[in-house]
């Protein structure tokens, strides 16, 4: 997702939570299904819309960002 790359996952576990509307969500051992997203992907326009998508969701997992909260809640915590 940080690339950029659109992802495809089931819907099992929690990826589904993490891709959210910034991916395509097929039902677990659906070959057909996956198949069909497979395709829907190849659009150009699609394709862009959910690789902007991914970037952004991607940023809220990156490294300095869970950091950063992680500071802002020990400071939250220090003052109480």
């Known amino acids: 997702m940080s690339y950029g790359m659109p992802v495809i996952v089931s819907n099992c ?3 589904t939570e993490i891709v959210n ?3 395509i969500i097929v039902q677990q051992n659906n070959i057909d299904e996956l198949a069909k997203a497979m ?3 190849i659009d150009e326009v699609i394709l ?11 940023k809220e997992f990156s490294l300095d960002f869970v950091a950063e909260k992680w500071r802002i809640l020990i400071e939250k915590t ?3």
Do not use: N, P
């Open 39 to 41: 395709e829907y992907v």
């Open 21 to 23: 509307c910034s991916g």
């Open 48 to 58: 862009m819309d959910l690789s902007e998508r991914s970037m952004e969701i991607a």
């Open 78 to 80: 220090k003052k109480r």
């Open 13 to 15: 576990g929690s990826l």
